[in-house]
């Protein structure tokens, strides 16, 4: 089997950071954590995490995971796209 083209994976991994970031945020918000707050729950720095919620980095299953237990859903939840309406956050938050 030909190995994908990287150029055709860039898309759908964009697509995913943007899915993981929103919902990162969105879940975060919605307990009324702030960034630091879920960083040490998580055992992550607060810098990565702001990373996370900006799409800026590309983290390993290991973080997905820790970030999930920290909000308490499943890492499948934190990769999917978020509904239409669910609730618009301020990424500055």
């Not at 899915?19 to 960034?35: F, H, I, P, T």
């Not at 990373?51 to 983290?59: D, K, Q, S």
Request: aromatic share 4%; proline share 6%.
């Amino acid at each position: 089997m030909p190995a994908m083209d990287q150029d055709k994976a860039a898309p759908y991994c964009l697509a995913l950071r943007r899915a993981l970031a929103a919902n990162v945020r969105r879940l975060r918000s919605a307990r009324g954590w702030s960034q630091e707050v879920l960083a040490f729950e998580s055992g992550l720095h607060r810098t990565f995490v702001a990373h996370v919620e900006r799409a800026a980095r590309n983290i390993s299953l290991d973080n997905i995971a820790r970030l999930a237990v920290a909000l308490e859903v499943t890492a499948p939840d934190l990769l999917q796209v978020p509904p239409r309406d669910a609730e618009i956050v301020n990424p500055a938050a």
